[in-house]
Nanobody
Framework: VQLQASGGGLVQAGGSLRLSCAAS????????MGWFRQAPGKEREFVAA????????SYGDSVKGRFTISRDNGKNSMYLQMNSLKPEDTAVYYC?????????????????WGQGTQVTVSS
């Protein structure tokens, strides 16, 4: 099982980035997927999660109204559209799969993790 996160980079404050997460090795049909991030010296932080159907989503307070999570089950992929980026959004972003079916925001709820993609927002 592999999760490959991509799309990170360097962007100025106020800019946008779109992260992608491609899953391979098995299908995650029916399962919730999520994004987390970790800045240097800080704990891994919940960013967003989405149920299998995409009908339910949840967001961390710091990204609400700026980030949008989505998924394409046909492509076994998930996305994170990040707008109005701030320097405090700088972190390594990880995608993950929760083998449950509800939205959860704790790292221990997620069984599979990608390798992370770096997002750097300059002021």
């Amino acid at each position: 099982v592999q999760l490959q996160a991509s799309g990170g980079g360097l962007v100025q404050a106020g800019g946008s980035l779109r992260l992608s997460c491609a899953a391979s090795g098995r299908t995650f049909s029916g399962y919730t997927m999520g994004w987390f991030r970790q800045a240097p010296g800080k704990e891994r932080e919940f960013v967003a999660a989405i149920t299998w159907s995409g009908s339910l989503t949840s967001y961390g307070d710091s990204v609400k109204g700026r980030f949008t999570i989505s998924r394409d089950n046909g492509k076994n992929s998930m996305y994170l559209q990040m707008n109005s980026l701030k320097p405090e959004d700088t972190a390594v972003y990880y995608c993950a799969v929760d083998l449950g079916i509800v939205l959860r925001s704790t790292t221990r709820a997620y069984e599979y993790w990608g390798q992370g993609t770096q997002v750097t927002v300059s002021s």
